[in-house]
Nanobody, 124 residues
């Protein structure tokens, strides 16, 4: 059984920073593509960042230059450092995994395992 558990969400003011973590278990973590998605009320779930097994990264345009995805394979943990947050970043953030070394496309359908989500709220 694969378990992904997010943590680190919270409320910050515009311009602030948060670091999200995703603890993974039940999978060969080092051989999985890992990604962060977010979903705001009334909007589609979107991939904000992904990292392949070899460590290559990809970012959605709205977060480029502000967010950094990383992974610590020794700890089976995924991170998302979010800087210079804006109210547009307010959403529930989800950790997701795809059972392949290289990441599929940005569609949520390409990711088989999901965490429960952690709320990020950015106020003006």
């Amino acid at each position: 059984q694969v378990y992904l558990v997010e943590s680190g969400g919270g409320s910050v003011q515009s311009g602030g920073s948060l670091r999200l973590s995703c603890a993974a278990s039940g999978l060969t973590y080092s051989r999985y593509c890992m990604a962060w998605f977010r979903q705001a009320p009334g909007k589609e779930r979107e991939r904000v960042a992904a990292i392949s097994s070899p460590g290559g990264t990809a970012y959605a345009e709205p977060v480029k230059g502000r967010f950094t995805i990383s992974r610590d394979n020794a700890k089976n943990t995924l991170y998302l450092q979010m800087n210079n947050l804006t109210p547009e970043d307010t959403a529930t953030y989800y950790c997701a995994a795809a059972d392949r070394d290289y990441c599929p496309g940005s569609s949520p359908a390409g990711y088989k395992n999901w965490g429960q989500g952690t709320q990020v709220t950015v106020s003006s």
